[in-house]
């Protein structure tokens, strides 16, 4: 079984992230979106309503499981038997960032990590900029799933 993790904090989940989840569900079994709590950090939504909005939007959709969890992801990917880590990039940023982990956790785990670039209509879209929108009543509704539409 083919099985994947794409970890994030998905606050909120956006359009980009569903692009990239959908169009990774030929490649797997099954993909955990897991949910990373980090105590530093400052969150608009609360981890429920992160999970919940996830799971609307992937409610039809039997492959995708939705999980949290705290601490290394390669530890979570071990607990859940997953051998792929899943990634969206949307720029040359993103894969300098992302290919520094992807061979950290190869070497100390064997997990390998797949990239994929998001696509053209949804590579400008990230959760700071929703959460700028949100926050200057600004219209987002193309920026998101309906789930997360208020």
Do not use: W
Request: with cysteine; proline share 4%.
């Amino acid at each position: 079984m083919k099985k994947a993790v794409f970890p994030g904090s998905f606050d909120p989940i956006t359009n980009g992230h569903v692009d990239v989840i959908t169009r990774a569900l030929p490649l797997f079994d099954e993909i955990i979106i897991a949910i990373g709590t980090n105590a530093e950090k400052k969150y608009m939504f609360s981890l429920e309503e992160r999970k919940r909005f996830i799971e609307e939007t992937f409610a039809n959709e039997p492959k995708v499981k939705v999980d949290l969890y705290q601490g290394l992801t390669i530890d979570y990917c071990k607990e859940q038997n997953a051998d792929f880590l899943l990634r969206g990039l949307r720029n040359p940023a993103d894969f300098e960032f992302e290919k520094a982990i992807a061979h950290a956790n190869r070497l100390v785990s064997g997990i390998e990590t797949v990239f994929l670039l998001t696509a053209v209509d949804t590579s400008f879209i990230s959760s700071s900029i929703v959460r700028d929108f949100i926050r200057n009543n600004g219209d987002y509704s193309l920026l998101v799933p309906k789930a997360v539409k208020k």
